[in-house]
């Protein structure tokens, strides 16, 4: 077990300490171990191993090589500061990935203000309020001294030392949209996208789309736009609704971007157009796995994974790239997955399927190619996996392994009109770890929770929060539980690792907090 829940301490604001001395810093060796394409911030070039971006690197592969941590000694993670939360929103407090460089974290809360502390001590630095409330992931990402972050409809370029404004950028406002994801930030661009949802307007109302945005990075000025759900919105544009990223896409080398587009609406469907109907055929690019000209937003492949989603089943999560051996040789491929319990694995050079694999619970009112009743007196009726469940949030890879957070709640179909998720708390989880060439199951273990927090894989250990702010430590060659002590509260925000530190953001419940867990 971690060393206790109780001792939360701040060192003290006058400790003069080096961020080498506290591995707070990668070796130079381990960072260069990782791919870094042209055109990487910084930041990230000089510890692409550690927890500088949202998903660790440009591949997103969620897999920290910079540390100290292993499974010798993650039991041994203790406490070391805890920064409490006070704003809040429709999942809690936090749900976001913090990032780390430099000694400095960095994240946004779920009222979109950003916080700059002390990544030793967890003093605040600086604090930008907005209060303006988001809808999911939202995040921050760091690239060559700036910040970025969204803001209902807008971008913001932030000094990262200071916090202070150098450009803010509305987006398109006019399609009552709003960010909710780390912007990309790639050689000379910032790669963002809105989603359907605006306050005051609500989520997934007629004429709400999802477009993505290059945005110059010293200008904040558009450059290209690629319109995810196409210009009419599938030909009923004052009843549809939908597309948009709510997680970071990935970048090559080739300046090919790799990104999941989540789902149409509305869900699962009205009165007049019950199952979709009113957007009849794909829904073209919702829920679909896309590749983009990174430089120019122009289309190269799309696989999509559900044509003609009713039941909420985005393809919400940050496309992973990799090299996996598939029949005997080497494929380049782009790993993805979401909330209907599917992992795909994908050819990155022309968008064809390799495998794809079912997990966690499914049944008949999940398949996503039938039909839901319609008729009063057939509903309602459960639904596995539920708006909220199958593979919620990122997975991770690392070697020839895909880890996969699989979240095992029900949704209840109640009419034409509404599905309605089962309570968080009646949901159980498990993490799997599938063979990256063939999908085949390579251990599997079940825990009481929903893994809500991402896989993050730390050295030789596979980290899993649990929404009942239990943080899952296993060992990643076989799924054993290492380690498995509490938060200071629920946890549904990814962790960022650098060092021989991990970063909680536990938003999920009462008392909500940032907490800091350290090796000693």
């Not at 496309?319 to 909330?339: H, Q, S, Y």
Request: hydrophobic share 40%.
């Amino acid at each position: 077990m971690f060393r206790g829940e109780g001792g939360l301490r701040r060192a003290a604001a006058g400790a003069i300490v080096t961020a080498a001395a506290l591995g707070l810093l990668a070796p130079a060796a381990s960072a260069g171990t990782v791919r870094k394409p042209a055109g990487t911030p910084r930041e990230l070039r000089a510890n692409a191993g550690g927890g500088v971006a949202a998903n660790v690197n440009m591949t997103n592969s969620r897999k920290v090589i910079s540390t100290g941590i292993d499974s010798g000694n993650v039991a041994d993670l203790a406490p070391a500061w805890t920064f409490p939360l006070t704003s809040g929103g429709i999942f809690g407090a936090m749900s976001s990935n913090p990032i780390v460089s430099d000694g400095v974290l960095y994240f946004s809360d779920a009222a979109s203000n950003v916080y700059a502390l002390d990544a030793f001590t967890g003093i605040q630095k600086w604090k930008r309020t907005f209060n303006v409330a988001g809808l999911g992931q939202n995040g921050v990402t760091l690239a060559n001294g700036r910040l970025l972050a969204g803001v209902d409809s807008d971008v913001l370029s932030l000094d990262a030392t200071t916090g202070k404004t150098i450009w803010r950028t509305t987006l398109n406002a006019s399609d009552s949209a709003a960010v909710d994801m780390a912007p990309l930030a790639w050689k000379d661009l910032i790669i963002v996208s809105t989603i359907p949802f605006k306050i005051g307007t609500g989520i997934y109302k007629g004429g709400q789309k999802g477009v993505v945005f290059g945005l110059n990075a010293k200008t904040g000025r558009k450059v290209w736009s690629f319109d995810t759900t196409t210009d009419n919105l599938w030909g009923n544009p004052a009843v549809n609704s939908g597309g948009g990223l709510w997680s970071t896409p990935s970048i090559d080398d080739h300046g090919t971007m790799y990104m999941s587009v989540a789902n149409p609406g509305p869900l699962p469907g009205t009165v007049d157009f019950p199952n979709g109907s009113s957007r009849p055929g794909r829904n073209l690019y919702t829920n679909s796995l896309v590749a983009l000209n990174a430089a120019t937003g122009k289309l190269k492949w799309f696989f999509q994974a559900v044509p003609h989603d009713f039941r909420d089943y985005d393809l919400q999560l940050p496309p992973i790239l990799a090299t996996f051996r598939v029949n005997g040789r080497k494929r380049d491929v782009v790993i993805t997955g979401g909330k209907m319990g599917t992992v795909y694995v994908v050819d990155r050079r022309n968008g064809k399927l390799i495998w794809k694999r079912n997990v966690g619970r499914h049944n008949q009112w999940g398949d996503p190619a039938r039909d839901l009743p319609t008729a009063a007196e057939d509903l309602p009726v459960t639904m596995y996996p539920g708006v909220a469940g199958g593979v919620e949030t990122p997975m991770s890879v690392s070697g020839n392994s895909i880890f996969v957070p699989v979240s095992d709640l029900c949704a209840t179909v109640v009419s034409v009109t509404t599905i309605v998720s089962c309570p968080y708390q009646t949901g159980t989880g498990a993490i799997l770890a599938l063979g990256g060439g063939t999908g085949r199951t390579l251990w599997k273990t079940p825990i009481p929770t929903l893994p809500d927090g991402a896989t993050t894989v730390v050295g030789d250990v596979v980290m899993a929060p649990g929404v009942d702010g239990t943080l899952y430590s296993l060992r990643a060659s076989d799924g054993e539980i290492l380690a498995s002590p509490k938060a200071i509260t629920g946890v549904n925000a990814p962790p960022a690792v650098s060092g021989r530190t991990v970063y909680i953001g536990a938003g999920a419940g009462p008392g909500p907090a940032v907490q800091a867990w350290r090796l000693p």
